[in-house]
């Protein structure tokens, strides 16, 4: 196992304490009816596996995307616990990334978890070069040598298909497909355990989702690390993903194989997900 959620939530408004109980899947809501707080993740449960591809879908306001940037400390969980297998306290154990402070949440960012977001502004510095980009991520993991920065920069520019010789040029010069290879590029550098991709495709061409996924998919067996997807797109969800997490209410409804929800879906919800896009 790389990763152990317990109980993890975010309420966004003033809880009345109450919220997560009035709230979630059994209820057919997010907004708590006591005091209008929105309950975007309420008490998921969920373990990433080492190696492991997980994809998480759901409508619109499910909560998955939320719980994703709970995972990657972009905002903060309202409750709960996250155990990171490959961050270890003094005796050992694994550490609630939950509550590690500001410096260790960047070591944990620039060393063992990176994000693809949908919009590559929030993942890229529009101000520095591709390889710049690339550069930086390297340089928060350690690296201080000028030429194995840029030997592994020019690797990673390589590997996501781009020519070398562009290196230098800045991601306004790049046509969204590329700038979301540099993307990865630059998340990828850092070899870290953990991959988050926010709908990583959402606004492309299929042409160039389809060689976008198939590039993830390729690096992640060469590499070997886990990743949690998050798409509304279940063919992206399908091509990428071993196993399938179903969110609604910012709750899980149902978790199995891929193939298995998607060619059997148990939950009626899940059932509607897949009919509609069939």
Known sequence: MLLDIQYLSKIYGESCGHCLEQTGDEHGRAIC???????????????????EVLGIVGESGSGKSTLLQLLYRDIKAS????????????DGL????????????????????SMIYQNPRQGLNFLFSAGGNIAEKIIGAGERHF???RSRALHFIDKIELPISRIDDYPETFSGGQQQRIQIAKALSSSPKLLL??????GLDVSVQAKILDMIRMLQQEMSFSMVVVSHDLGVIRHLTDITVVMRNGSIVEYGLTDQILEDPQHGYTQLLVSSIL
């Not at 409750?79 to 306290?89: H, I, W």
């Open 33 to 51: 009816p006591g005091c209008q707080s929105v309950v975007a993740v309420n008490r998921v449960n969920l373990r990433v596996e080492k190696d």
């Open 79 to 90: 409750s709960g616990r996250v155990f990171f297998q490959d961050m270890l306290d003094s």
């Open 94 to 113: 694994p550490v609630d990334i939950l509550k590690l402070n500001l410096l260790e949440t960047t070591v944990m960012r620039n060393k063992l978890m």
């Open 147 to 149: 030429e194995t920065i």
């Open 197 to 202: 991709l926010d709908e990583p495709t959402t």
